[in-house]
Nanobody, 122 residues
Framework: VQLQASGGGLVQAGGSLRLSCVAS????????MGWFRQAPGKEREFVAF????????DYADSVKGRFTISRDKTKNAQYLQMDDLKPEDTAVYYC????????????????WGQGTLVTVSS
């Protein structure tokens, strides 16, 4: 399974961006999917999770109420709607997929996209 992330860019604080992640293989429909991010000099951290069925979601405390994860199985895609962005959200965002495993640990995820840079200016 190959994942292709897109949608990053430069936005002012308080603005919005929508990240997309498309998988090369429809097998991903049976996988849980997620988003992680990595800021310069920091470890990759969990952002959001959505199960393969029935679409259970989970978020890092730092993004709850501002970010929304969703998926479209017909398109083998997942999305991350990011609203009310803050400078501390600046990072490279990675989409991920797993059949099973611990959702909060990057080591547990099997497939990764190439990353898309989000920069939030103050």
């Amino acid at each position: 399974v190959q994942l292709q992330a897109s949608g990053g860019g430069l936005v002012q604080a308080g603005g919005s961006l929508r990240l997309s992640c498309v998988a090369s293989n429809r097998a991903v429909r049976n996988y849980s999917m997620g988003w992680f991010r990595q800021a310069p000099g920091k470890e990759r951290e969990f952002v959001a999770f959505i199960s393969w069925s029935p679409g259970t979601t989970d978020y890092a405390d730092s993004v709850k109420g501002r970010f929304t994860i969703s998926r479209d199985k017909t398109k083998n895609a997942q999305y991350l709607q990011m609203d009310d962005l803050k400078p501390e959200d600046t990072a490279v965002y990675y989409c991920s997929a797993q059949l099973t495993g611990a959702r909060y640990s990057a080591r547990s995820w099997t497939y990764w996209g190439q990353g898309t840079l989000v920069t939030v200016s103050s």
